[in-house]
């Protein structure tokens, strides 16, 4: 049987599955470092909903991952903001995540996805390495590279990140080994799905 959860916070209202089985499909998620530091009433106004979210993510058996950078974020600002009205829902998902190491291949994969933000392109990277089916942020917008993907974001809380028709190789220069012919290369090569931490709250149902 399915169990809900529903979450009403400042007019907001969303229901989150609470139980052990669930049909979202969702196998291998990372997470940003912001969606633990918007829990942190030290650092952010009306947080209730953010951890409400976050305690939600808890209840589904899905493996976590983060960068080895937010990892350390994540951890330090536990320690100079933490808060006992989050902890359960900080520390109880900081103890699920795995972390996914900056090694010298992550960085050469970061370099082919150049970003405002080193940090973004490097967790995209750590996305790509671990295979996951979505990556879920606060700031879903900083991962888009036209209009077309911001006016995804904006409508519908995600946008679909299509990776390269190249498969690279795990040499730290990342040459190009197999390339798909036109016939693979279109809607059907492989996309990692960003979200807003809200849109993937709502797919969870």
């Known amino acids: 049987s399915v169990n809900f ?19 979202h499909g969702f196998h291998a998620v990372l997470v940003t470092a912001n969606v633990f530091q918007n829990c942190l009433p030290k650092l952010k106004q009306d947080v209730a909903l953010n951890i409400a979210l ?9 493996r976590w991952y983060v960068s080895e950078v937010d990892y350390q974020m994540i951890e330090l600002y536990w320690r100079l903001f933490g808060d006992p009205s989050c902890e359960s829902a900080y520390l109880g998902m900081f103890k699920q995540v795995q972390f996914c190491m900056v090694n010298a291949a992550i960085q050469a994969e970061a370099r082919h996805h150049p970003m405002s933000s080193v940090s ?3 967790r995209l990277a750590c996305a790509i390495d671990r ?24 409508e519908h809380g995600f946008f679909d990140y299509h ?43």
């Open 120 to 122: 973004d392109s490097i």
């Open 131 to 154: 295979q996951v089916d979505a990556l879920v942020t606060w700031e879903p917008d900083h991962f888009t590279r036209n209009p077309e993907d911001h006016d995804q974001v904006s």
């Open 54 to 62: 976050l305690d939600g993510f808890l209840r589904h058996p899905i």
């Open 163 to 205: 990776l390269s028709s190249e498969v690279f190789s795990e040499d730290a220069d990342l040459e190009p080994v197999v390339k798909l012919d036109d016939s693979e290369a279109t809607a059907e090569k492989p996309c990692i799905r960003i979200f807003s931490v809200r849109a993937f709250s709502q797919r969870l149902v």
């Open 5 to 23: 959860l529903t979450v009403r916070v400042y007019g907001f209202s969303t229901m989150l599955d609470v139980s052990n089985e669930s049909s």
